[in-house]
């Protein structure tokens, strides 16, 4: 098993920039895929970005250009990096890691953008 917290949510004006942080209760050094999603209210958790196995990139259509996504296997971390942030991404963010035994996610961080 593996814990995960996510930090570094909170309000920003649409145009400004968040950075949030994932990090593990150990080292990760195998997956299927890990990355962010988000929720927002009243509409399903959609993926925002993710690694998958082998290192590639997979991020959805609305935020390409504006967020990434990055790990730092000494730190046991993945991060997003948001710029450019829109009303609409006001969302509570998770972090997740599928393994093998299992998909695990963090508690979720608000990001609140005002307009």
């Known amino acids: 098993q593996v814990q995960l917290v996510e930090s570094g949510g909170g309000l920003v004006q649409a145009g400004g920039s968040l950075r949030l942080s994932c990090t593990a209760s150990?080292?990760?050094?195998?997956?299927?895929?890990m990355g962010w999603y988000r929720q927002a209210p009243g509409k399903e958790r959609e993926l925002v970005a993710r690694?998958?196995?082998?290192?590639?990139?997979i991020y959805v259509h609305s935020v390409k250009g504006r967020f990434t996504i990055s790990r730092d296997n000494a730190k046991n971390t993945v991060d997003l990096r948001m710029n450019s942030l829109e009303p609409e991404d006001t969302a509570v963010y998770y972090c997740y890691v599928d393994l093998a035994s299992g998909i695990y996610w963090g508690q979720g961080t608000q990001v609140t953008v005002s307009s």
């Open positions: 150990r080292s990760i050094p195998s997956f299927n895929a």
């Open positions: 690694y998958i196995s082998g290192g590639a990139t």
